[in-house]
């Protein structure tokens, strides 16, 4: 049973627009998220994470938003640029365990 | 810079062969992880490893065993190859005070 989601398994968007890649989890106990940028042929990289205690986490172009009542993040890119073309993932846990829960990924194309 | 090196980036094995992965991470990290990444799965944890000679199951764990004798080095064991075991392997690697994974390049297993 899948406990984090992402929905959408691909994106097209068009370079300088915002990119917006979408989560949903099931597990009420997760308190930590993260995503993960993956290329071909590469291991995935992290990119930012949000604890629960925040709604909003921002580094440079990338922005995670984290609405707990609907158990729903998103990662927004903003200016998008070809560069930004892989999959990504999102991952949720519960305290400090080592059992993280990924998503299937999304698959993003910045079309320049 | 953390660095999680894998052992082979391709292997061909034959159904019931006995497989070993190797990964190995050079930044003292308590965790260490094996995933199996499969199209419209995602990352799937296998084991993964809290300190030496510790382990604990996955969300998959069944096929498989692992290895750790060396704090740096976690070995995945495919006792007994199948061609359902056809994937990417992933290692990742994790400080305990810190919820992000490093991880390798990945392994694509092919069994035939």
């Known amino acids: 049973d899948q406990q984090v989601k992402q929905n959408s398994p691909s994106l097209s968007v068009q370079e300088g627009r915002i990119s917006i890649l979408n989560c949903d989890y099931t597990?009420?106990?997760?308190?930590?998220f993260l995503w993960y940028k993956k290329y071909p042929a590469e291991g995935p990289t992290f990119l930012i994470s949000?604890?629960?205690?925040?709604d909003k986490n921002e580094d440079g172009r990338f922005t995670v938003f984290l609405n707990k009542s609907a158990k729903h993040l998103s990662l927004h890119i903003v200016p998008s640029q070809p560069g930004d073309s892989a999959v990504y993932f999102c991952?949720?846990?519960?305290?400090?365990?080592?059992?993280?829960?990924f998503g299937t990924g999304t698959s993003l194309t910045v079309i320049p | 810079d953390v660095k999680v090196t894998q052992s082979s980036r391709y292997l061909v094995k034959r159904t019931g062969e006995k497989v070993f992965l190797e990964c190995v991470q050079d930044m003292d990290h308590e965790n260490m992880f094996w995933y199996r990444q499969d199209p419209g799965l995602g990352l799937r944890l296998i084991y993964f490893s809290y300190d030496v000679k510790m382990k604990e199951k996955g969300d998959i764990p069944e096929g498989y065993s692992v290895s750790r004798e060396k704090k740096e080095r976690f070995s995945l064991i495919l006792e007994s190859a199948s061609t359902n075991q056809t994937s990417m392997y992933l290692c990742a690697s994790r400080r305990t005070s810190s919820e992000t994974q490093y991880f390798g390049p990945g392994t694509r297993l092919l069994v035939l």
């Open positions: 949000i604890s629960s205690i925040k």
């Open positions: 991952a949720a846990c519960a305290g400090f365990g080592n059992q993280f829960y």
């Open positions: 597990n009420s106990m997760f308190d930590y």
